[in-house]
């Protein structure tokens, strides 16, 4: 079979089972896992050794890592420090050693028990959180336990993938083998401990330096010369880079790529970064999970039905009562307890890389590696109903609506999302800020960037007329969207794509002038400001101060030119996309506002004659005489 038939096959399998189990509730994971055993060599046997494409797929877990690196803002570390590092550490060691006490009861040897008790301690991130979406739980208290929870245990695949070699038999020396065959070239396999030490730690200062102060350059080289493939080709160049380097050193490739995500945390191209490799993470995580399920020994699960059920059973039941305990224990509601610990009762995505792994530093058998793969893929496929009879024995669902919003959806959930913090977006930004609202920002001009984080602001680097870039700033949960951008055409496209794809939020927008501020109203704006319209107003009030108008006079002068402007800007409006009659319009109405206007505020001085300054301040309601 040629490569190009297999890819084809892959990706076929891809596209149909994908969406396919999320409509069916179950989600994509299950899905890919399905399509794998239907397409391997004991169903259809459309593909043959699925060795080569695993490879390539691994690299999806190494992006994975790469992206909740990125995460790891100090600012959510500390939100979330103790369902982190309280209730996620303690579910970690608990269950696993529950798990391990369980799997010594069945026979395992004590190291088998402790590798598989570690191992299947995970959850699956991407089930349970598509879940909690879908049942209004991810902003609320159960959220962030969860969310805490299975962020602890995505950071304990790095420590698991070091220390499981140690768990070979044969030691340290076959540990050591067994990790240079896992992750490929090690240039400093024959050097002494403690020079492989300080390579390693070498290697470690090399990504946090390299990351911090290298990149940098780099991105706003590229960032001026508004190549986004070329973007894109660098974020991937520094995965495969960091992954490679810890490679290189005898460490996980994977530990390369989170510790790289780490350091570009607090980065400006955070957003962008993030935006440009979740595709390929997508895409390649699919395919592993595709690879694991064509790689299931069906042989051996079907002969071992009774074996897989009580494991499956066993798995799902110990996990969740030891993490329902864990939750009272840390004073949560015994609903709220109980929610969190059926969604996480499932195995996790993870559990697939680290049996596989096991198996290659021969941890754990084939045969028990496959039933452990198997039993988790049956456990993530029982969890969407296992979480709805929790709800209907507990008769009343989690609590969901007046919660408080999950520490790490704050950033993502702005109040406003302001396009543009130049000049005219940094008045919008200063203004909701000093009142307690909370912005996130989008701006494309690396100076102006380096400006403003040089001031303390947050802004992050990116193109606002990129769908998947305002999803990334929170355009789906943000009430209002400012689009100030000093770009005519780019302010058009960008409030065009946010009402078509954001009907929620109340659109407004920067207008260049009236022409301008028609186009964006027929797009869709709710409010347009013409960018110099008030401050001309104000220097004309204060030009006629300097020609010896008293300054309520002058005052007064610039609020019926307003009101007069405004009326005219909507009488003309149904004429704008008639150039020639609008053009007539536009010509025959500024002599008559001139006389009006000039008529009006005679009238208005007149009533005043006998008024005091501050009341002639206030406002006029015959100004137009009606």
């Known amino acids: 079979m040629t490569v190009l038939t297999q890819v084809f096959v892959y990706l076929a399998a891809a596209v149909v089972s994908g969406p396919a189990a999320k409509r069916c509730g179950l989600g994509s994971v299950l899905g890919y896992l399905v399509a794998g055993v239907a397409i391997g060599p004991h169903a259809l046997k459309l593909v043959g050794a699925v060795e080569d494409v695993s490879r390539a797929a691994e690299f999806g877990v190494v992006i994975l890592l790469f992206l909740i690196g990125l995460e790891l803002r100090p600012a959510l570390l500390w939100n979330l420090r103790r369902a982190i590092f309280g209730l996620g550490l303690a579910q970690m060691l608990a269950v696993a050693a529950a798990l391990a006490a369980g799997a010594v009861v069945l026979g395992l040897t004590g190291r088998e028990a402790i590798a598989a008790g570690l191992i299947l301690a995970l959850s699956s991130t991407a089930i349970v959180l598509q879940l909690l979406d879908e049942k209004g739980l991810r902003r609320g208290p159960v959220g962030m336990a969860v969310f805490g929870v299975l962020l602890f245990q995505d950071l304990a695949v790095i420590p698991l993938l070091a220390f499981l070699p140690l768990l070979a038999v044969g030691g340290a020396a076959a540990a050591h083998d067994a990790q240079a065959a896992a992750h490929g070239i090690n240039l400093i396999g024959d050097w002494p401990a403690w020079a492989q030490g300080l390579a390693v730690l070498g290697a470690v200062l090399a990504l946090v330096v390299g990351g911090r102060y290298l990149t940098q350059p780099v991105f706003r080289y590229i960032a001026r010369a508004g190549l986004r493939e070329a973007f894109t080709a660098f974020a991937l160049l520094l995965v495969v880079g960091a992954a490679l380097l810890m490679q290189l050193v005898g460490m996980s490739p994977a530990l390369g790529a989170f510790l790289a995500g780490v350091v570009l945390a607090e980065s400006e191209f955070r957003r962008e970064l993030e935006t440009d490799i979740e595709p390929f993470r997508g895409l390649l995580l699919g395919l592993f999970f595709i690879t694991v399920g064509a790689g299931l020994n069906v042989p051996l699960v079907l002969s071992r039905p009774v074996d897989l059920a009580l494991v499956v059973l066993g798995l799902m039941v110990l996990k969740g009562l030891v993490m329902f305990c864990i939750g009272l224990l840390f004073r949560g509601p015994w609903r709220d307890a109980g929610t969190a610990a059926v969604a996480l009762s499932q195995g996790g995505e993870f559990a697939f890389?680290?049996?596989?792994?096991?198996?290659?530093?021969?941890?754990?058998?084939?045969?028990?590696?496959?039933?452990?793969?198997?039993?988790?893929?049956?456990?993530?496929?029982?969890?969407?109903?296992?979480?709805?009879?929790?709800?209907?024995?507990?008769?009343?669902?989690?609590?969901?609506?007046?919660?408080?919003?999950?520490?790490?959806?704050?950033?993502?959930?702005?109040?406003?999302?302001?396009?543009?913090?130049?000049?005219?977006?940094?008045?919008?930004?200063?203004?909701?800020?000093?009142?307690?609202?909370?912005?996130?920002?989008?701006?494309?001009?690396v100076e102006q960037i380096e400006l403003l984080r040089r001031f303390g602001r947050r802004v992050y680097y990116g193109d606002g007329a990129r769908l998947d870039l305002l999803r990334a700033a929170g355009a789906e949960r943000a009430k209002v969207l400012v689009v100030a951008v000093d770009d005519r055409e780019k302010a058009t496209e960008i409030v065009e794509i946010a009402r078509e794809t954001f009907p929620h939020l109340k659109v407004m927008a920067r207008a260049f002038d009236r022409r301008h501020a028609y186009e964006l109203l027929d797009k869709g704006a709710q409010v347009v400001e013409r960018e110099t319209f008030e401050g001309g107003l104000a220097m004309a009030a204060e030009t006629l101060r300097g020609l010896g108008w008293r300054a309520y006079r002058a005052e007064r002068a610039a609020r019926l030119f307003r009101l007069h402007d405004e009326r005219m800007f909507e009488q003309l409006r149904p004429l704008w996309g008639d150039e020639e009659r609008f053009t007539i319009a536009t010509r025959e109405s500024s002599p008559r506002m001139d006389d009006l206007l000039r008529s009006d505020l005679e009238r208005a001085v007149t009533r005043a004659e006998g008024e005091t300054e501050e009341e002639a301040k206030g406002p006029d309601p015959g100004a137009f005489g009606c």
């Open 353 to 445: 890389v680290l049996l596989t792994f096991a198996v290659t530093t021969r941890v754990l058998g084939a045969d028990l590696a496959a039933l452990l793969t198997a039993a988790v893929a049956l456990s993530m496929a029982a969890t969407p109903l296992a979480l709805t009879a929790w709800e209907r024995l507990a008769r009343t669902p989690a609590r969901s609506g007046a919660e408080p919003v999950n520490a790490f959806e704050e950033e993502s959930a702005p109040d406003a999302l302001i396009i543009g913090f130049g000049r005219f977006g940094q008045i919008v930004g200063r203004v909701l800020t000093a009142n307690g609202f909370t912005t996130s920002v989008l701006e494309s001009s």
